[in-house]
């Protein structure tokens, strides 16, 4: 116990490495969602079919099986039909899936939100569906969008320590070899609950942030 | 096969045959006949819930016949003509995009974009559905922001605006789009009662001064008399009555249009 | 590849660890509902001494990862054994996620209702048990129901410390069988099958309400 600090110390780039990875997998986690969060919310709105129940297909199926069975099969199951991904791709590849698919439920809510006299308004003005959805209710639909994905994007970095699950070297990997080597348990958890809960912090500025200037090119004061 | 923009001469602006409108069991518009010559300036009263604002919302294909056909400079609009024989099937966005553009239209609620300034708002169209040059569309927007007395405001965000000065907003940005018709749908509903004039002003300025063909819906009765040549009164979507603007005014002949006009007196 | 007489043996595990999840879920759900509305209240009505620490510790919760707390909990508190831990931990996860929504709930209940009582002069209690929390319900209870199937598919979390709930029975079937495939995917299935109807429902919910 009493030597803990000192370890601490000598684990510092350690740590600082399990961040990154960390740092990367949500990173890559979060834009892989935010794509198919748009694809498959514009998709779930197409006026085609097909289109439209295969993008309700893709949705309903990652957000039903849950983001540690999609996880574990990416990364025990997929090697059996002959695919094997490295654990850092897996993890990033679920996160985007799982959370991308709620994305797109944010994205069509937020779309079909924009008052209906917007699009009458654009079709007034000899607008096409392409050039309205651009320029008229995207532009508004975003600053709806910024609150529901800041949740998502904490909920996204919360999830995170499954990467260690997979062998990934992430945070609580680290930690948890600092923990091993020390036998500091509460200390060291609490530490990696710590870095957690700033780092989730973080990431609510900087939404925070950004909601208020999407609100602010609204026209609305202050934003939440 | 594509729409090609074949206008008649000779034909009416807006032409109405047999148009029925319903909404599930809700018959709004009853098989109606409607012509609106060109240059014309055409009131439609009566009470809510009677289908006027219908007819301005089929002319700017918000809503979709449910029988009947609509023409436009006497071409075919609410369908289209398919085959050889021509025969007239429900229009689709394509065919629907090339005559909507001579058609301009005023919101009760304004409607304008709360997420571009002013100038913007008025520019938008002629730059990305007209082709109009940045530069050129933006002169022509500030002499139109000028016409209804907004010069001053085109950096402004919508939503620092009164009611009133939203309004002239949106009649600068229909008014860029050179619409040949202009539906005024309710444009002073919504407004605060000392914000009324300064509309009507800028409206009676435009009736004036071009030849647009106009089509109101209103309660502002003082303000149909000005500018319109032809009232028509509506009643559960038929026309009940329909005549100059002054003598139906003064001297309606059907007891509806006298119970009507007695109410909003 | 796909073997289909692994996948009717893996099966029965598979199905015994959903019994398992389902017995995980139901009480820790039951323990989120009654504290997170506890936690709701403390921080709306409550003294501030209490309010203020109450609404930080519950946000702390709310932040940081649920994993990391099933790890601490389990090796800072052995005297419990691991499906009462892994219930009540989960069980306080989400209470701080619905102590959030019963507050939208509350605030969403118009201001006007507050000012009615203070003209009738109803006393505090009364305000909340017969004017506020009944109105507050309808609006809490769609994403009450979206929290309850999202609980139930964290639950597999508990595998790690050692909960015998599906993941844990599938993977510990695919490690012995060599039939990852066929557990896993099983086990995907069981998710979608249990879960997407629940969703059906809930949106259902959803509707009716908002009439």
């Known amino acids: 116990m009493a030597d803990f600090p000192a370890e601490l110390r000598r684990a510092l780039p350690r740590l600082a490495e399990g961040l990154l990875v960390t740092a990367e997998a949500t990173v890559l986690g979060a834009a892989l969602a935010l794509l198919l969060a748009y694809v498959l919310g514009l998709s779930s709105r197409s006026a085609r079919l097909p289109v439209r129940g295969a993008a309700r297909f893709v949705v309903e199926f990652f957000r039903g099986t849950s983001l540690y069975v999609q996880l574990f099969w990416l990364f025990f199951a997929l090697p059996m039909v002959g695919f094997r991904l490295e654990p850092l791709a897996c993890a990033v590849l679920a996160l985007g899936l799982n959370y991308g698919a709620y994305g797109a439920e944010v994205v069509r809510g937020a779309i079909t939100a924009v008052p209906r006299a917007q699009t009458e308004a654009g079709i007034a003005l000899g607008m096409g569906p392409a050039l309205r959805l651009r320029r008229v209710v995207l532009p508004q639909a975003h600053a709806l969008m910024v609150a529901p994905f800041k949740n998502l994007l904490v909920q996204l970095l919360k999830a995170t320590p499954l990467l260690s699950l997979v062998t990934v070297p992430d945070l609580t990997f680290q930690i948890d070899q600092l923990r091993s080597a020390t036998g500091a348990t509460a200390a060291s958890y609490l530490l990696l609950l710590g870095l957690y809960f700033a780092m989730a912090v973080g990431l609510s500025l900087l939404m925070n942030a950004l909601e208020r200037v999407a609100k602010a090119r609204l026209g609305q004061e202050g934003g939440a | 096969m594509p729409t090609e923009d074949r206008k008649d001469p000779a034909a009416p602006a807006v032409r109405f045959e047999r148009v029925t409108k319903r909404f599930g069991d809700h018959t709004v518009l009853d098989g109606l006949d409607l012509e609106v010559g060109r240059g014309e300036r055409v009131t439609l009263i009566g009470p809510s819930g009677s289908g006027k604002t219908t007819i301005l919302r089929l002319l700017m294909t918000l809503e979709r016949v449910t029988d009947g056909l609509v023409l436009v400079d006497g071409q075919p609009y609410s369908h289209m003509p398919r085959g050889a024989g021509g025969k007239l099937v429900p229009a689709d966005e394509r065919h629907l995009a090339v005559l909507r553009r001579r058609i301009g239209m005023v919101f009760q609620q304004f409607n304008l974009f709360p997420h571009m300034s002013v100038l913007e708002n008025v520019v938008e169209a002629p730059v990305h559905v007209l082709g109009e040059g940045r530069e050129e569309a933006r002169r022509r927007a500030r002499d139109l922001l000028d016409l209804v007395g907004l010069g001053d405001k085109a950096e402004a965000r919508p939503t620092r605006l009164s009611g009133g000065q939203q309004q002239r907003v949106a009649i600068a940005r229909a008014l860029a789009m050179r619409p040949e018709i202009l539906l005024l749908d309710e444009v002073t509903s919504a407004l605060d009662p000392e914000l009324v004039a300064e509309v009507l002003d800028v409206l009676r300025d435009i009736a004036r001064n071009t030849d647009i063909t106009l089509l109101c819906v209103t309660h502002e009765m003082g303000f149909a008399r000005d500018v319109s040549d032809r009232i028509l009164m509506f009643d559960r979507g038929r026309i009940v009555e329909s005549g100059p603007a002054g003598e139906l005014l003064e001297s309606p002949t059907h007891a509806r249009t006298r119970a009507f006009l007695g109410s909003v007196r | ?211």
């Open chain 3, 1 to 211: 590849m796909w073997d289909g007489e692994a996948a009717r043996a893996a099966l029965p595990a598979v199905l015994e660890g959903f019994g398992v999840t389902v017995l995980a879920t139901v009480p820790a759900f039951a323990v989120a509902v009654v504290l997170g509305l506890v936690l709701a209240l403390v921080q709306r009505a409550g003294p501030r001494w209490l309010a203020l620490p109450v609404r930080a510790a519950a946000t702390f919760v709310r932040s940081t990862p649920l994993l990391v707390q099933l790890f601490a909990a389990w090796v800072l508190v052995p005297a419990l054994d691991a499906p009462v831990l892994g219930v009540l931990v989960l069980g306080v996860h989400y209470a701080t996620y619905l102590s959030e929504v019963y507050r939208t709930g509350i605030d969403a209940v118009p201001r006007g209702q507050w000012e009615a009582c203070t003209a009738l002069s109803l006393p505090r209690r009364r305000v909340w048990r017969a004017v506020v929390l009944p109105q507050a319900v309808r609006n809490v209870l769609p994403p009450l129901g979206n929290y309850a199937v999202s609980m139930f598919k964290e639950t597999p979390l508990l595998s790690v410390i050692t909960v015998h709930e599906m993941v844990h029975e599938a993977n510990t079937f695919g490690s012995t069988h060599f039939a990852y495939l066929e557990s896993f995917t099983l086990a995907a299935a069981v998710f979608l099958l249990a879960s997407w109807p629940t969703s059906v429902l809930v949106r259902r919910l959803e509707e009716r309400l908002a009439h």
